[in-house]
Structure formats: C-alpha cells, structure tokens
C-alpha cells in the first residue's frame, strides 16, 4: 500500500490519512472512483479514465472542481514517491462532510473529498494468464445505474466471495437469462465461427476503458464484432471467453459454472488482444501467441 496519499489538498504520510465518519463516501456510499494502471512507473490509458470520471460525477451531479492536468500531477508525484513500478492509482470522489447525516445532498458550499493511493501488484506477469479464469453465475442484484462507476461495490464483493466458496476465482452477473458483466470487469466471448460478441454499452453496464481499447484494436485488425448480450449457456459452447478491466488488461475465462469453454486452455484471440493492449505501451508480452485467427 501507499506510504504517501493525497487527501483533499495535500500529500500525507498514509497512517494519517483519515476522512470524517460525517463523509457522505462513508454514510451513502455517495461517491465515484477510477483505478489507473502502472506499468514500469508510466500511467496506463491515464485521460480516459479522466474522462469517465467526469462523466460519473455529472451523472451524480458531484462537484469537479480540479484540472485532469492538476490530477495527472498527484498521480505521477505518488507514482514516484512510493517508488511504484507496477500496480495501480486509486482515485476517489465523495460528496464531502457536510457535518450530519442527511439524504439531502448538501449545499454546494460542501467542499468533495479527494482521495488518491497506490497499490503495488503484479499485473503484467499474470499465472492466471496461463490457467485462465474459473468463473460461476450469480444473479445481477446491483442497482440499474451500472454505467456509473460509483462506491457502491457490496454486491460486486458479494459475488466475488460466492465465487470464492464456490473454489471458483471470479462471478459474472446473469439478468434475464444473459450476462451483463463480470464483477469487476467486461465479458467478451469468441463464438464458433470466430466472431467476437460483447454486451453493447447501456446502464447495466460499466463503459469499460479496456473495453473500449480492445475493440478499437479489433477494428485495427479486422476482427468481426457483434455487441449484443449472450447466455452463459452460448458462452459454454464459445470458442472463448475472456474479461477485461484496468488491471487485468485481457484475462482468459476457461471454465464457466464447471464447464470447460473451448478445449479448456486460453485462447489465441484473448492472448492476442492481451498482447496487442500491452504493446501500445511498450510492455512485455505474454506467452509467444501473437495472432487472431
């Protein structure tokens, strides 16, 4: 974790970092955030993820007074600070302390909090990259507002400790028969005839920064796209599966609710498309595959 944090308008040693239990973050979980990866000290898709941040603070109608360029500074000084090589930026937005508790939001004198930390992990040289994902359904019992990257992450947690006691190592959420996404990451899958299917963009899902990474180099190559929501009854009879997040980049799914996708191994595709995102930002690649067919 962090030695230095930022916290509303400075750094501080991480053991004094402390926010108000009056913070409407901790009262209503009424907040947004964003994680940025770190790859050999350099930020990872950094702008994009501003601009989602934005968005989700429009959308809750939370204050953004800084500048990206004022964010982009806080990170990089905690990127060099904490001496991170590889992991992550944790940014969060609340809706401040207004002094009690109150549904109402408060005036717009209410300063937000600010909150960003790093965390150190291994992200490039993933052993999951080479087994792939186990994954089970669970249902989608989040609020109807998934396209906003809110606080709010109890059903995500939920659903990954189901998984857990399942000996499985991640869920994906089923509404209505089809999957909507994974817990904390977007479903693609590779259907027999090699055409890549994902869920289109709506408020059951979140507008994930690789996602929208990984179809443009699909496009770069040609690949067929259909976005349309699919069963986990096609998925098991896919060619592949896989997921992407911020810092998972593009993870294999071999096995879904106990049943082997493909020949049960990572795919070329989703090996391909993993290799292709990390080579936009000079890191090394995994395995030898380097094709879409």
């Given amino acids: 974790m962090s030695s230095w944090v ?9 053991d004094q970092a402390w926010v108000s239990v009056f913070d409407r973050g901790f009262l209503f979980a009424d907040g947004v955030y964003e994680v940025t990866a770190v790859v050999n000290g350099e930020l990872l898709d950094f702008h994009a993820h501003m601009q989602r941040l934005q968005r989700s603070c429009r959308a809750l109608e939370l204050a953004f007074p800084w500048a990206v360029e004022t964010l982009q500074q ?13 992991g992550s930026v944790y940014l969060q937005i609340t809706r401040g302390n207004p002094g ?37 359904t669970c249902p989608d019992i989040r609020w109807q507002r998934c396209d906003i990257k809110t606080v709010s992450l109890l059903a995500a947690s939920m659903a990954k400790m189901a998984a857990q006691a399942q000996g499985a190592d991640d869920a994906v959420f089923v509404t209505d028969g089809l999957i909507t996404e994974a817990s904390s990451a977007n479903c693609f899958m590779v259907t027999p005839g090699g055409k890549l299917v994902t869920r289109a963009l709506s408020q059951a899902i979140l507008p994930g920064i690789t996602r929208a ?17 699919f069963s986990p009854q096609e998925a098991c009879g896919a060619r592949e599966v896989f997921i992407t997040s911020a ?20 795919g070329p595709v989703a090996i391909s498309l ?14 030898d595959a380097n094709t879409f067919e």
């Fill in 213 to 229: 990474a990984i179809l443009e180099i699909c496009q770069q190559h040609h690949l067929e796209i259909e976005t349309r929501a």
């Fill in 74 to 86: 806080i990170h990089e000084t905690l990127v060099a600070r904490n001496q991170l090589h590889e």
């Fill in 6 to 14: 930022w916290l509303n308008e400075d750094y501080c040693p991480a």
């Fill in 247 to 266: 810092t998972t980049f593009v993870m294999p799914v071999t096995r879904l609710d106990g049943n082997l996708i493909g020949d049960g191994r990572p």
């Fill in 100 to 136: 009690k508790r109150d549904f109402h939001y408060p005036d717009v004198s209410v300063p937000p909090t600010l909150v960003v930390f790093t965390q150190s992990h291994n992200i490039l040289q993933d052993a999951r990259v080479e087994r792939g994902l186990s994954v089970v």
């Fill in 274 to 287: 993993r290799n292709a995102y990390l080579s936009r930002f000079g890191a090394g690649l995994q395995r």
